[in-house]
């Protein structure tokens, strides 16, 4: 990969040039990083992979810091939290950094995910690039999903025990599955434990997934707002300085609006329950998972029957695998693709809802109202997509990124 | 598009408005106080805090735990050492001798605040099968934090203020606590604070409301020692993020003039 493109940089510095000859990492960050020719129309979208990186660092940073302070066992944990807040110096910090960290995340993720289905990432080809993003997101909800069982309070316990269960609607071995999960008959020790083991695990596994979506990403290089190739060097610039320093400003943004919740609202992403010690006899009034789960918490519940509701909840994610042959579109960007462009306004509206109809109890208007906007989350990617790229017709497109550009400016 | 987000805002509000509707059964709302704690900017009122700590030591203390807290933490309501030493004298506290036999002696400041059972069991069996809550995170493990323990504390209806209907709907008897603010209303634990329950040291006036800010204050206090730091230090912080952010749009600017 490092010789994929331009001649190969001379250092000066004779100690990079002795360990370059050797092991050509200097090459590798010029060329990946430095000289990266990178479509020069990006807009502020493009800024939520390198917030989602920065992110995922900080997790594993304040994770690890938190890891040597806590207890994972079923009478400790909730107190060594606690501990970790009144007697570690500066633990407060750190914990709110990462319990306020996993929101934060998500939410660049989930603009991340947006800008790619807005703007046709996910086409050729670019297809495997948009699957190793989606075994992120997968990976992430079970780190986020373990993490939150770690400090043992009423939700962790109550959400595993939802969660886990959904496996026993596995037919035949699904109780089975359910006993190994948990290692034992009901929620214990042992299940805190594993997931405490596999919490610290799965971080790293995600490293590895951003690392094989990076080297994907850099063999065709980014889409850009028009969805058209870079014909020549007239439609790039360097990645470096041009969105080191673009990605670095919108990076410090975000962590001004991550640091207004962090000091001045730590709790407020979080369930109130949750301060209330694991007690296996006491079963919360609504049990909620953490916000980012809301959506596809709905769709589990808008299915009447569990083994349905389960396979639509994993359906709703295993469909996006799929996404880059379900639409049938030549062209990438919705820019130029008027109808498109508001059935996937449509599709976030789709999905804010069922965050509420989550949110709330299953009762009265929201068990219809989750269920109609179930059928429309499937519909939008298995009926709409398809058919759509056939009957809908494109707009005139600029002949190239640098006419888009200097069109804009000049209308 | 300015007009789909308008029009998405309505919806959402509209979809908030309902899911509040919802979420609240016939227990009250909470109204809202004004806490001194609150805001970006809000400290805590060390006096309330301090009459707070009288309350909870010499009423709530009786049945529910401070677990999370030792009596070294007091020194941070304003308190010198000498003081808190002061406040505990009294207090004797479980340990084991050299000899590893139980022994009773008086407490020190290093002592998590003493517990009014000797385990989980004791506190239910000696409260009709349910333990009191502790109250170290009291405050934040209840929807409403401190505007809900202020109005738990200050809602109790006696039986004969009730109306038939209340009465009849949730079976409520003369034994019964009737809380307007409690989950189901009927609740284990009897009217805690009456007017002039403690004497306060400064000359405040104990009402049961005077009494309740005061321990909602202490509790909020108890549920987050380190409040006023991590306020302080985010200040700090969103003033630097603020500047760098400055920094790096100029640079930005300079770096992308060729550009545009």
Sequence with gaps: ?411 | MRRLIVSGAIALAALATGAVAIAAGTEAHPPHRHWHFQGPFGTYDRAAAQRGYQVYQEVCSACHSLSLLAYRNLTQLGLTENQVKGLIKDIVVPDLNDDGQPIERPARLSDSFKKPFPNALAAAAANNGKAPPDLSVIVKAREGGADYIYALLTGYVPFDKLTPEQVKEFSVTKDDNFNTYFAGHKIAMAPPLADDKVTYADGTKATTGQEASDVTEFLAWASEPWMEDRKRTGVRVILFLLALAGLMYAVKRQVWSDKH
């Design chain 1, 1 to 411: 990969m490092a010789s994929s493109h331009g001649t190969p940089p001379v250092f000066n510095n004779k100690v990079i040039a002795w360990i370059d000859h050797r092991l050509p990492i200097f090459s590798y960050i010029e060329k990946e990083y430095h000289t990266f020719p990178t479509p020069r129309n990006f807009n502020y979208f493009w800024n939520f992979g390198a917030i989602a990186t920065v992110m995922l660092v900080l997790m594993i940073a304040t994770g690890v810091v938190l890891a040597t302070n806590y207890t994972p066992h079923v009478l400790m944990a909730f107190d060594s939290v606690e501990r970790i807040d009144r007697d570690v110096p500066q633990g407060w910090l750190i914990r709110d950094l990462h319990m306020n960290g996993a929101s934060f995340f998500f939410i660049a993720v989930y603009v991340h995910i947006f800008r790619g289905m807005y703007y046709g990432s996910y086409k050729a080809p670019r297809e495997l690039l948009w699957i190793l993003g989606v075994v992120i997101f997968l990976l992430m909800m079970a780190t986020a999903f373990m993490g939150y069982v770690l400090p043992w309070g009423q939700m962790s316990f109550w959400g595993a025990t939802v969660i886990t269960s959904l496996f026993s609607a596995i037919p035949v071995v699904g109780d089975s599955i359910v006993t190994w999960l948990w290692g034992g008959f009901s929620i214990g020790n042992p299940t805190l434990n594993r997931f405490y083991a596999l919490h610290y695990l799965l971080p790293f596994i995600i490293v590895a997934v951003v690392a094989l979506h990076v080297v994907a990403l850099h063999v065709h290089g980014s889409n850009n707002p028009t969805g058209i190739d870079p014909k020549g060097p007239q439609d790039t610039v360097p990645f470096h300085p041009y969105y080191t320093m673009k990605d670095g400003f919108g990076v410090v943004v975000f962590l001004i609006v991550y640091s207004a919740i962090v000091f001045f609202a730590p709790d407020m992403l979080g369930d109130a329950a949750n301060y209330i010690q694991a007690d296996p006899l006491v079963t919360p009034m609504h049990i909620v998972p953490e916000w980012y789960f809301l959506p596809f918490y709905a769709i589990l519940r808008a299915v009447p029957d569990k083994l349905g509701g389960v396979v639509a909840m994993f359906g709703a994610i295993a469909v996006l695998f799929v996404l880059p042959w379900l639409d049938t579109s030549r062209v990438r960007s919705s820019t130029f693709r008027p109808i498109y462009k508001w059935c996937m306004l449509l599709l976030v509206v789709d999905v804010i809802v069922l965050g509420f109809c989550g949110a709330n109890p299953p009762a009265g208007f929201w068990i219809p109202l989750s269920q109609v906007a179930t059928v429309y989350y499937f519909f939008h990617f298995l009926i709409l997509l398809p058919v759509l790229g056939k009957i809908e017709r494109p707009l005139p497109m600029p002949p190239s990124i640098a006419d888009a550009v200097l069109k804009k400016k000049a209308g």
